[in-house]
């Protein structure tokens, strides 16, 4: 921000000086980030071999899919 008042790249902003602590409020907006998920202690699966459902990324999916294709 000061480099924008300070070489007058922006219209109609106020002059004044800005410590660099201080963040606009849409700069403090863009800089929140959310709090991680905390961690689960339970288990998806009660015995061996139970089912479980997850998301994998995509391309393991598409690897998984050809391969499954490839056998049949």
């Not at 300070?6 to 800089?31: F, H, W």
């Not at 479980?52 to 490839?70: A, G, P």
């Amino acid at each position: 921000m000061n480099k924008l008042v300070s070489k007058n790249l922006v219209k109609g902003l106020p002059e004044t000086r800005l410590s660099k602590d201080t963040l606009c409020p849409a700069c403090e907006q863009g800089k929140m980030t959310r709090s991680s998920h905390p961690p689960r202690m339970d288990t998806n699966s009660k015995s061996p071999l139970d089912m479980i459902h997850m998301d994998l990324y995509c391309w393991v999916q598409n690897r998984i899919v050809s391969e499954i294709t490839r056998l049949k």
